[in-house]
């Protein structure tokens, strides 16, 4: 009976540190600055983090020209992202070249404005799909159009092209690239 109550006793010892232990860590942080830690979490967790992606692609686009054979060393397009371009600004750049509003972000090289838009929200890739080798798609879509003179007409062609180049990217070094962990050639 004596050990019993010890054992209780104990118990509740801890369950009361562990308490206190965590009113303390909360109390570490501002209102503010939990604020700003909740909401760079949620970005994380709905956004492929869009400086890594931003940092990689000029490595990415060498790795483009160099599959492509061009030896041209224009600079990269505007990026825009859909983790901080409103579906308003999108649809409106868009409506001016397509002539029609697209219902959602996609991505898409505009070759009028030299504008890459890149959907990095994480619920649209799945399984082995990344927006790093969406990136290389539209990158191959710029190469087309800035270092051959691509034209409009060779449609299929093009993004056939594309296609191609952002399989053997994703066979190549789709495996390397984690989520957030971003380990591809560009590390
Ligand atoms: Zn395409």
Redesign the pocket.
């Known amino acids: 009976m004596k050990n019993v109550l010890a054992i209780i006793l104990v118990s509740m010892m801890v369950t009361s540190t562990m308490a206190a232990a965590s009113q303390n860590e909360t109390s570490l942080y501002s209102p503010l600055a939990s604020s700003l830690l909740s909401s760079a979490s949620a970005e994380s967790l709905t956004y492929w983090n869009e400086q890594n992606l931003r940092a990689n692609s000029s490595c990415l686009l060498s790795i483009v020209r160099s599959k492509m054979n061009s030896t041209k060393a224009s600079a990269l397009p505007e990026l825009k992202f859909s983790s901080s371009t409103s579906l308003e600004e999108f649809q409106a750049a868009i409506e001016q070249w397509w002539g029609f509003r697209p219902e959602k972000f996609v991505n898409v090289y505009n070759a009028n404005t030299n504008t890459l838009y890149l959907n990095n929200n994480k619920a649209s890739y799945k399984n082995s799909r990344t927006p790093v080798d969406s990136l290389v798609?539209e990158l191959v879509?710029f190469v087309q159009s800035k270092d051959f003179n691509a034209s409009h007409e060779d449609g299929e062609y093009l993004?056939d092209q594309?296609v191609q180049v952002q399989t053997w990217f994703r066979d190549n070094y789709g495996l390397h690239i984690q989520n957030e962990d971003y380990q591809g050639p560009c590390k």
Do not use: G, M
């Open positions: 798609h879509h993004e594309a």
